[in-house]
């Protein structure tokens, strides 16, 4: 049996016991946060999912779906549960080579916050957006974009009829309208302001790039970790540095990043983070296999 | 298409509470017709498309998912029974469940 850990994006909708559950596995999740605190200049010690204000806030919500993601495949291995391989989705990649040891903890806070930092940047008076449509095929979604000249386009691909988007957010609003009218079963904006994974964002390549060639310090990676962009394994500092840099503004595919998981033999899937957002795409995945979120990992524990 | 019996209406039916029962971590009990996917449930829209391939691979359809997105436009399914409504018509009409206003 062959088990990979995969790592959400910035979580959208919790469980709302994830707290307590990474105290009853015995994490460092408090430890995480006050880390956090010192990085950063702003105070998570006191975090609760009860207040829910800081879903709100673009990088506070990425950094603690950070902290989760650590905290979980921290306290997995450490408790004997190890992965054969590691995937990311989006900006589940950060937490992925942190766990892989190519990364410390405070890497990862710091490309966060810059990675935002340099997103603002790129979109300073633009509006933007992101959206996520099922029902579509991607050549559908496309279609519609060349046919009404949308300033939008696909940031992620979940699964055949399950697409993210971003854009203009004059264009996604647009495009979502469209393929609903089209026959997409549902359309709805996502609540994030910045275009991940689109062309609008190209304009952080190299000052992200010089930021991770000056400020991060690379390991060899414990466990092999996967693309999301083009699903090969990440080897050489180079090969991050540049799949750190790409994850920003290149086009993600989770759905062929699953299947080539699949193909590699992986029947076991762990969903290191908050929520459970994964286990639900990974519904369209084809073949046998079984998706644990973090409510379900406690069985996995030798 | 298939014509449905009662005891087929009433598979299907199980099917889709046991579903929405196993996804959604429930007892099948807390579930009727009148159960809101989203906000009761704490169901989401893949849900739907889940079910959808689940019932036209057992009754061998093929079903352009786009006619299931443009009936809807006018039946919107927010409930569980709206939802069982739906995939009794998907699976008795297919794709001319859009010929159906």
């Known amino acids: 049996m062959k088990t990979a850990f995969i790592f959400p994006a910035f979580v959208s909708e919790y469980m709302g016991n994830e707290i307590q559950i990474l105290d009853s596995l015995g ?18 010690t006191g975090f609760s999912l009860e207040n829910t204000a800081f879903t709100q806030d673009e990088l506070c919500s990425q950094l603690i779906s950070y902290i989760f993601s650590c905290s979980l495949s921290d306290v997995l291995i450490r408790r004997g549960l190890k992965p054969d391989v590691l995937a990311g989705y989006s900006m589940g990649l950060y937490a992925a080579l942190y766990t892989g040891g190519v990364i410390s903890f405070d890497s990862g806070i710091r490309l966060i916050k810059q990675a935002f930092v340099v997103s603002k940047l790129a979109i300073q008076g633009i509006d933007s957006g992101m959206g996520s449509i099922i029902g579509l095929t991607s050549n559908e979604i496309e279609t519609i974009i060349a046919t009404n000249n949308l ?35 549902n359309v709805s904006l996502l609540n994030v302001k910045t275009p991940y994974h689109s062309r609008l964002l190209a304009a952080t390549q190299s000052e992200f790039q010089q930021f991770i060639s000056d400020e991060i310090k690379f390991s060899r990676s414990k466990y092999p970790v996967l693309s999301s962009i083009n699903q090969r394994m990440l080897a050489s500092p180079e090969e991050i540095n540049s799949e750190l840099t790409r994850n920003l503004f290149h086009r993600i595919n989770w759905m062929n990043s699953f299947e080539q998981l699949l193909q590699l033999g992986v029947n076991r ?18 073949g046998d296999f079984s998706v644990y979120p973090m409510n379900k990992v406690e069985k996995l524990l030798p | 298409m298939a014509k449905l019996n009662d005891k087929m209406k009433e598979e299907i039916r199980e099917v889709v509470l046991d579903f929405f029962a196993e996804e959604c971590e429930i007892d099948v009990d807390q579930i009727n017709d009148d159960s809101n996917i989203i906000t009761d449930l704490g169901g989401d829209s893949l849900m739907f498309l889940a079910l959808i391939e689940i019932f036209t691979q057992k009754y061998g359809q093929e079903i352009d998912l786009k006619t ?26 297919g794709n001319n469940i859009i010929n159906l206003d």
Not at chain 1, 27 to 44: R, V
Not at chain 1, 269 to 275: M, Q, T, Y
């Open chain 2, 68 to 93: 299931i997105g443009k009936y809807s436009i006018k039946h919107p399914v927010e409930t569980i029974g709206e939802l069982i409504e739906m995939q009794l018509q998907i699976i008795e009409h």
């Open chain 1, 151 to 185: 300033e939008a386009e696909i940031a992620n691909t979940n699964s055949r009829h399950s697409h993210l988007v971003a854009g203009e957010m004059g264009a996604v609003n647009h495009l979502l309208a469209v393929s609903r009218e089209t026959g997409a079963l």
């Open chain 1, 27 to 44: 994490s460092h999740f408090h430890q995480y946060l006050l880390e956090t605190s010192k990085i950063t200049g702003d105070d998570f």
């Open chain 1, 269 to 286: 899937f762990v969903e290191c983070g908050a929520g459970k957002s994964l286990q639900k795409i990974s519904r369209f995945g084809p």
